[in-house]
C-alpha cells in the first residue's frame, strides 16, 4: 500500500502559525486516512518552530528552492532568520517520506515550507506568487509528487498509476 505524506494542519492538527488547522473535508483524504495511508507532518514544527508564531515568508521575488540553494532567506515580519527552521523542517519531512517510501505528497497552499503551486509573495501583504515552499521544492527535487489540497482528485490519478506499477 502506498503511503501518502499530508500537511498536518490539513488533517485537523493546530500547527499554524497562527495556532489554527485548515483541515481538508475532502472525501477521498477521508477514505485514505480510514485506510491508513496518510503520514501527517508539520515541516515548521518539525524544524523547530513554535505554535503559535510570527508569520513568515519567503523574500520577495524568490521560492523554496532559492532557499535550499542558499540565495533566498525565509523572514519573519520583524526581520528575523528563520531559514535554518525551514530547512530543518524540510530535511525532516525528506527523511519522512523516504523512511515511508512516500512518493507523493498532498500539501497546504500558500505556506512557505509547504505550498506546491504558490507562496506568499515575501511583503506579508496577503498576496501570493506563483512557486513552492521549502518543503515542497526538496520533496519535489527528491522525485516526489507534490499536490495541494485543491489537487486531491490529480493526486488519487497518481496513486491509481503508482498502484498499477505505471
Known sequence: MHRILVSACLLGSRVRYDGRAKTSEDA????????????????????????PRPPAEIEPGATGAAVLDGTARVLRADGGDVTPEYLAGARAALATARCHGIRLAILKEGSPS???????DGTFGGRSAPGQGVTAALLTADGIRVFS??????????????????
Open 28 to 51: 477521498l483524504l477521508a477514505r485514505w486516512r480510514t485506510e491508513g495511508r496518510l503520514v501527517s507532518f508539520c515541516p515548521e514544527v518539525s524544524g523547530g518552530l513554535p505554535v
Open 114 to 120: 509547504c505550498g506546491p503551486l504558490k507562496i506568499s
Open 149 to 166: 489540497e485543491n489537487e486531491i482528485a490529480a493526486a488519487a490519478t497518481c496513486l491509481a498509476a503508482l498502484e498499477d506499477g505505471a
